[in-house]
DNA sequence: CGTTTTACCTAACGGACGTTAGGCAGGCAT
DNA sequence: ATGCCTGCCTAACGTCCGTTAGGTAAAACG
């Protein structure tokens, strides 16, 4: 029953991993003190030794999972490439903290709008933190003059980043390769699907 | 306490609209029998009147889900239009569902995946027509010429209709136009952001 | 008019929930 | 050796859960 993602040493990072991905299969409601304990091999008032309170956990798992996501993609940002190259890039680094690292990433995009709303609100500064990386660079991007001038950033940020998160319902990373995914969907987004561009 | 979607004159109806707006909110577990009693001015108890269990609600919502927003796409591609005009239609009628119309469409995009894996099961078919609805148009489109020849119709489909469930997140319809996001998403999606095409 | 059916009610069942109080074993410093 | 701190335990609290059994008032029907 010990159900785990990837490494976590410490008892607390245990309890974080695992309330991760139980929150992302269950929903928030769906997870109770006590199953969370049974999967770290505890018993459920032992994990008030390490916090206050299921939303205290909770609140970590969203933060978390923002603060890994924005981490990956913004080291991807640093480096010096083509325009083409950094979205794709970007793009491959969302989907692998989103599908492969851990669950904090993906517990975030299942159940934020689900949760209490202060715990939501106590995590709505990480979260325009990340939007605002993407911002960063797509508006780099269209003073560039890489970018059509008629599109929106924030319209199409809200689009990508959509896209890429519902990847979630759907993709399985042991069936099939994260990267070619990421390529797929860059050369969609940034070239289109038409053969021919009209109005 | 009465929170219904839209017109529901019978009180079977009225049941099945409030709990997808509950499943919507608040997630599958997050949703008691007492809460979408309460919400219909009635007690817990009665609701087996009228349905089996609350697994049976479940599905009935889901399914309407699905068969809503395949009805609504379904008539907008009987209609004969150029290649792009029908694109936009398409997801102007997705999104129209999705946002508008009902909270079961939604419900089903929020709660599917965590729902008890037998409820999943028996609400596949209904969503595989649905795939095949557009699988059938962007088919069509292909075989036309009017889409690239390296696009993958299965893939573009995931990420399109991704895209649009996505907009539940963030999108308020009281706040913005439906059509006009239906009109920037066709176009971003048709023809790409970048100033120019390249690989 | 009597009877059946419809659509709801109340009250309760066993169990699971988040959380807390208090205990206990082992490592640490003094 | 003694006493504190860490990290877990058990047992219980009051509340809520899905579901059921049995009742009741009004409408529909013969």
Redesign the pocket.
Known sequence: MTQDTPAAD???DRVLSTSASLFCRYGY?G?????I?QCC??????????F????QILVEVLNLGIEKVHAAVAAVLRVDASPADRLRGAIAAHLHALLEYSSFTSANVRIFRQVPVPVRDSTLEVRRGYEALWDGFLGELKAGGHLRDDVDIRSFRLMLIGALNATLEWFDPELGDVSELADRYADMLANGIFAERGT
């Open positions: 410490t008892t607390r409601a997870v109770s003190m006590r199953k304990a091999d505890m018993k459920a008032g032992s994990l008030y030794y390490h206050a309170s299921k939303d």
